[in-house]
Structures are given as C-alpha cells and as structure tokens.
C-alpha cells in the first residue's frame, strides 16, 4: 500500500506541477508529499523530480515513468469500471477532437465502428489541426500525436509516430536519391508552413537528433496537400507513416534517409486529469488502442 501512496504521490505532484498543489489535493502537508516522493527515488534508485525553490520539472526517467504509471491507473479504472458495472451498456454522448488529416483517415472510421457496437452513445467529433482547450471547450477525449507539453493532462498512449522522407519514384529518377540531411539543401522540399525543420537522428548518437531546415517552391499549411504534391513528383516530404505506409506498399512513394530517421513518437489519446471517465469514453480509447495494435490495421 506504501509503494502505491508513493506512485500516487509522484503522479499528482507531476501533474499539478507542486508539491503544495499536490498536497492540497490529497490532504497531506507538503512535507508528507516530499517524503513520499523521495522514498519512490530511493526505491526505484533514479530521480525523477528536479526541485527548486521556483520550479519543479521531471528528469527524463521521470517523464517515462510518468506515462507509464497515467497508462496503468487508467487501465486499473477501466478494469473497477467492468467488475463494478458489469453488463451495464454505455450510454450518453462523447465530444471527441483529433488532428484533421489523422481523424479522416483513422479515427472517424473507427468512431463510426464504435458507435455501431454501442448503439446508446453518440458522438460529436471534431476535426481540426488546432489545439483545442478540453476543458473550456467541453471536450471528453483528445487525440494528439507527438510530445505532449501539457502536464495537466492524463495520456494513453495509442500506437506510434514515426516520420519518413518520401518522394516519388519519377522524382527520385529526375533529380537522385538524398544520402543524408546535408543534401536535402538541393532538393525541393515540400513544407508545411511554418516549418521548424524535419528532424533525423545523428548516427552514432543514440537518442540525439537534429532539426535541418528545408526549402522549395511549394509550401502549404495541410499534410494532405503535401502528400498530393510528393505523389505527383513535385519534391521531397517529411511524412507520418500513417499516412503514407499504403503508398510506400504499392511503390507510389519511395522512403530516403532512412538510417537517419528519427525515434518515433507517439499518438496519444488526451484527457483532464481530474475528470473521471465516463464508461463510454473509456470503452472508445480501448477501441481505438486495439485496433491500432492489430499488426494488419496500418496496412489496411
């Protein structure tokens, strides 16, 4: 029981950003709440909290071990949720918002898919690349992909992320293949706008990558436009998987600099972390989670 009040511990001063928040939330002094998160350091033999008299941010150990415990407490809450309502149907409705070109293609079609096996529940969904305020704009779930900044917010982590440069094969015969970062610097590359760079690993570096800045004639601020543009030999992309694995399947698109890629990110699904779930938002999220888990499903 010690060990899981130090693994709650750790998770509320994490996400409420101190130890007084965390404190006040659970009842305790600061000083409990200090206690309990030092004896989870010496336990583990790790920091996870780097603390000063103004800040507090996690190590990177922490940051892990934070996704993973919000992964598991959420688990724990779906698994009381079953032995506790037992044959009870979802019902009620869910507000659902998703990055527009990642929500087409992957998450209204598994929407419409849930709705069907859950006729009681409706949803409104929400396509938009903007970040949306979940509690101020009455959002029950959201899907991002990439870091996640916002530590007010609880995550399940869905699937990964990984990111490729693709061109079409006419492309590639018109004007070579790339064979690292450097010479992108020639190519037309197409960018979404604005651009902070395409990011690649440094060879030799684990876990360190770099942000090479690309130009070229074509910009535009949707994905889309710019798969369209790499399918039709216009230049060089900086593309999710997701959204380009079928292509690269039929020969549409090529894969460069693969040796260089970066480490994959994830696609998360988003919640506030002093909400508690609602049946029908949990079963959606476990939905979601199993179908990108199915090792066919991105090949589909």
Known sequence: MSNFKEIMAFVSVATR?????????????????????????????????????????????????????????????????SVSLGGVKASGHIKVSAPAGFGRRHVAPLVRDFLAANPEVSCSLDLSD?????????????????????????????????RVVVASPDYLARHGRPVSPDELARHNCLSLNPQRGWVFS?????GVTRSVKVSGRFECNDGTVLHEWALGGIGLAWRSMWEVEQDLARGLLVSVL?????????????????????LRVRLLIDHLRGCYGRPDYWQG
């Open 17 to 81: 950003g101190s130890l007084s928040a965390a404190a006040r939330a659970d009842g305790v002094t600061p000083a409990m709440m200090g206690r309990r998160v030092d004896a989870l350091e010496e336990r583990l033999g790790v920091k996870l909290l780097v603390r000063t008299t103004r800040k507090l941010s996690l190590t990177f150990e922490g940051s892990a071990f934070l996704e993973d415990c919000q992964r598991i407490m959420n688990d724990l809450a779906n698994a009381e949720a």
């Open 258 to 278: 693969d040796e260089f890629a970066a480490p994959p990110t994830g696609i998360y699904a988003v919640f506030p972390q002093n909400r508690r779930l609602p």
């Open 130 to 162: 903007r970040l949306v305020d979940l509690v101020n704009e009455g959002v029950d779930c959201a899907i991002r992909i990439g870091e996640l900044s916002d530590s007010s917010l609880v995550s399940v982590r869905l699937a990964e992320n990984r």
């Open 202 to 206: 440094v060879p030799g570096e684990p």
